[in-house]
């Protein structure tokens, strides 16, 4: 007999994960993200200009297409509300229907500036693939960097992904080349990690860094 019970999977620690709304506060709070053209530069393959508001809204609604897109956000000092302070933005990307034998997704992440270097990126990254693996049953999980961003490397590699591709000369920034690589973690992989780890993985709360 399963000893599992019902509980809110959209917790870790000290974070919480909540769908994007159609607000002027979660409009406001995406275009702050995606106008930070120093996280940007590390991150994304478009060619960087100003971030329109515009642009803005229209990554606003791929959030919300993703198989999995959150809004990530301190947990809340007031019981009355669902979320806290939001900080960062998490997407599980769809697959076309026609990939849904082969069981994995892509994840991208942002955290606001002020934000950063407080462990919540890697946090969401973690419960994200506790979601994936656990809640979505999916097989492998992969995140991308460029090989100037040594600290995502770093800290994917800290997660337990492994590198399983380098696409050479793949990016143009700076007025160099620059190779993308693509990280990976299996099911597998994940699960024994977590256990020897001694994390609960029946709970998201058992699962943040």
Same mark, same amino acid.
């Given at each position: 007999m399963s000893t599992v019970k019902p509980f809110d999977p959209f917790r870790s620690e000290r974070l919480v994960y909540r769908a994007v709304e159609d607000t002027r506060e979660d409009?406001?709070?995406?275009?702050?993200?995606?106008?930070?053209?120093?996280?940007?530069?590390?991150? /994304?393959?478009? @060619? @960087?200009? #100003?971030?329109?508001?515009? /642009?803005?809204?229209?990554?606003?609604e791929h959030i919300s297409k993703c198989l999995l897109g959150a809004i990530i956000c301190l947990a809340p000092t007031d019981e009355k509300e669902s979320a806290g302070? #939001?900080?960062?933005? @998490?997407?599980?990307?769809?697959?076309?229907?026609?990939?849904? #034998?082969?069981?994995?997704?892509?994840?991208?992440?942002?955290? @606001?500036?002020k934000y950063q270097g407080k462990g919540y990126g890697g946090e969401a990254i973690r419960w994200s693939l506790w979601w994936a693996f656990q809640m979505a049953g999916l097989h492998r999980v992969q995140i991308q960097a460029f090989s100037f961003n040594g600290g995502a490397m770093k800290l994917y590699e800290r997660l337990g992904f492994k590198e399983e591709g380098r696409i050479r000369d793949h990016m143009f920034f700076a007025g160099s080349w620059h190779d993308g690589l693509i990280y990976g973690i299996l099911e597998d992989e994940w699960r024994e990690r977590e256990r020897e780890?001694?994390?609960?993985?029946? /709970?998201?709360?058992?699962? /943040?860094?």
């Open positions: 409009e406001a709070f995406v275009h702050d993200i995606q106008r930070d053209a120093e996280a940007q530069s590390g991150a /994304s393959y478009g @060619l @960087l200009r #100003p971030e329109s508001v515009k /642009s803005s809204n229209e990554f606003k302070q #939001p900080v960062g933005i @998490l997407c599980l990307k769809a697959n076309p229907p026609s990939w849904a #034998p082969h069981r994995w997704t892509d994840i991208s992440i942002d955290i @606001l500036k780890a001694g994390r609960d993985l029946a /709970s998201s709360t058992g699962v /943040s860094i």
